[in-house]
């Protein structure tokens, strides 16, 4: 079953506007999970790393305002588009564990359109 | 030079073929490495870890060459439902976060 959990798998949105993607470990504790955004036929991007109980640790060009990263519990990451842009979508994963060399678990991924 | 780097393909095989895929990567302390399946419009999945001395699970090999810097993949008896992109993640030394290759894209026909 899954080990990583993520929410929703697709969503449609009117540009202005702000989606929340969950992503949730299923059956363990994940003090940090990692955030990616994939256009089509290019690799994984690593857009944030979250941090249980602290701010998120974002790369370099991306907006940490317009991607708002929420990690308040051991088991739950939020990353928010604010403002969408149709330039935003792109299928968005989540991933937990993979902590120094250990498997990592993804999400099922969130493809978000902005019309 | 990109820190991992793969050949994007597309290999286009017919079944029964064998391939194999490359991925070299630039950071010499690197410690973990793995080949990851990724299907269209799909989050990527842990096909095999690479270990030092090699490891084969069914129709797949894995290999590492330190010297050399880079990991390959072979796939025996390629099946149709082969057909996927093949990712491979390396853990630059010193990191705990890891670093994906482009990936490879497979294509297997009857």
């Known amino acids: 079953g899954a080990v990583v959990s993520q929410h929703p798998s697709r969503v449609i949105c009117k540009s202005g506007t702000s989606v929340k993607i969950e992503c949730r470990s299923l059956d363990f504790q994940a003090t940090t999970m990692f955030w990616y955004r994939q256009f089509p036929k290019q690799s994984l991007m690593l857009m944030a790393t979250?941090?249980?109980?602290?701010?998120?640790?974002?790369e370099q060009g991306v907006e940490k305002d317009k991607f708002l990263i929420n990690h308040a519990s051991l088991t739950l990451s939020t990353l928010t588009v604010t403002s969408a842009h149709p330039e935003d979508s792109s299928f968005y994963i989540c991933?937990?564990?993979?902590?120094?060399?250990?498997?990592?678990?993804f999400g099922e991924g969130s493809w978000l359109t902005v019309v | 030079r990109k820190e991992v780097e793969q050949d994007p393909g597309p290999f286009n095989v017919p079944e029964g073929a064998t391939v194999a895929f490359n991925c070299t990567y630039s950071?010499?302390?690197?410690?973990?490495f793995f080949w990851y399946r990724q299907d269209c419009r799909k989050e990527p999945k842990l096909l095999m870890s690479?270990?030092?001395s090699g490891n084969e699970d069914g129709r797949f090999t894995a290999q590492l060459n330190r010297a050399s810097q880079y990991i390959s993949l072979l796939i025996r008896d390629s099946k149709l439902s082969d057909s996927a992109t093949y990712l491979c993640?390396?853990?630059?030394?010193?990191?705990?976060?890891?670093?994906f290759g482009r990936g490879t894209s497979l294509i297997v026909h009857p």
């Open positions: 979250s941090n249980e109980g602290s701010k998120a640790t974002y």
């Open positions: 690479v270990y030092s």
């Open positions: 991933s937990a564990g993979g902590y120094s060399g250990n498997t990592i678990y």
């Open positions: 950071n010499s302390a690197s410690q973990s």
């Open positions: 993640v390396v853990f630059p030394g010193g990191s705990y976060i890891p670093t």
